[in-house]
Nanobody, 116 residues
């Protein structure tokens, strides 16, 4: 499984960004996917994701502001994170993550900067 994340950038507080993660390869083995973020000096925390059962979950800090969606094509899965009402504390490197039955995969990260 390969994960390619994109969509990060600089946005003012209150603004919006949409992150995309394209999964390719053995996508039929993927059980769950999600987004994590890591700010400098902090641990990597889960922001949002789909569980193996298809349920969407969100971190409390982003509920009501971030929306997760997934598009399944023949050879790819695209996981999107619509981020609205961004706050300075949302600034971080955002990583896409996927689990198969036995392995965890990570994308390369995309930087989100929230600043006026």
């Amino acid at each position: 499984v390969q994960l390619q994340a994109s969509g990060g950038g600089l946005v003012q507080p209150g603004g919006s960004l949409r992150l995309s993660c394209v999964a390719s390869g053995d996508i039929f083995t993927i059980n769950s996917m999600g987004w994590y973020r890591q700010a400098p000096g902090n641990q990597r925390d889960k922001v949002a994701g789909f569980t193996a059962g298809g349920e969407k979950i969100y971190a409390d800090s982003v509920k009501g502001r971030f929306t997760l969606s997934k598009d399944i094509a023949q050879n790819t899965i695209t996981l999107q994170l619509q981020m609205n009402s961004l706050k300075p504390e949302d600034a971080a490197v955002y990583y896409c993550e996927a689990w198969t039955r036995d392995f965890e995969f990570w994308g390369q990260g995309t930087l989100v900067t929230v600043s006026s």
